[in-house]
């Protein structure tokens, strides 16, 4: 699996217009989310990773620049941020409370503890909770369940990195966390509001799908918001 992670690491960054997504050999897209914040999704899975495994890409005006994978119960196993430089992060072993998605559906709260590790050394510890709120949307023609969530992630210091908490999606079916609106926190104690909410789930065959151009609160006239990277790194929806 590891050539393919490069392959997708190394060719979603060429094009510069807008286009149609193209998953890796081995791979499927399934689905295309077209959200709030001026982001479009492609989900896909790949035969050669264990059973559960999805992978998202995400596009901005300016071309992608994330790359995730998750397991079955929705772990974040591993990410990509694909800026100037590629930087990997992945999933430590041994989680003293690994996320657990059908912990979630079955109990309403799911808590986790976990690290990651980037390939440039750092290190860091995540802490949080999804709980169900008992209520369900429809958006777009799917039914989804409402979440709240709260996590913070922190270097071997101890030291705040990231900080988040707000409201997100669920779709059973899918086992996928879709994002909402939420406030975060970089570190230095000020919350910043977001609003990654779902507008438009596409399928295989629907106008639009395996689409690279976002098409929701997007301007023209601005540069990629520097803080929409960090978001990756703060919502359950985002590695």
Request: with cysteine; glycine share 8%; aromatic share 10%.
């Amino acid at each position: 699996m590891r050539h393919l992670i490069l392959t997708v690491a190394l060719t979603l960054p060429l094009p510069a217009v807008a286009g149609s997504f193209s998953a890796p050999e081995g791979c499927e897209t399934f689905l295309t989310v077209q959200s709030r914040a001026c982001r479009v999704s492609n989900h896909y899975k790949c035969s050669a990773d264990p059973a559960g495994d999805q992978w998202r890409a995400d596009f901005d005006q300016q071309g992608p620049f994330f790359l995730s994978r998750i397991n079955r119960e929705a772990e974040w196993v591993e990410s990509f941020d694909l800026g100037a430089e590629v930087v990997r992060q992945s999933l430590d072993d041994g989680a003293p409370d690994p996320a657990n998605f059908s912990e979630l559906l079955a109990q309403g709260l799911d808590t986790f503890e976990f690290s990651l590790t980037k390939d440039n050394g750092e290190h860091t510890r995540v802490t949080g909770f999804d709980r169900l709120t008992g209520e369900t949307t429809l958006i777009d023609g799917m039914s989804l369940k409402r979440t709240e969530f709260e996590f913070s992630e922190m270097d071997d210091a101890g030291n705040l990195l990231r900080q988040s908490r707000g409201n997100e999606y669920i779709s059973e079916d899918l086992r996928l966390f879709f994002a909402g609106t939420s406030e975060w926190n970089g570190g230095d104690g000020t919350f910043l509001p977001m609003d990654g909410s779902p507008v438009d789930f596409i399928q295989p065959g629907e106008p639009g799908f395996a689409s690279t151009e976002p098409l929701y609160d997007c301007d023209p006239l601005l540069t990629r918001f520097a803080p929409n990277s960090s978001q990756e790194d703060l919502s359950h929806d985002d590695l």
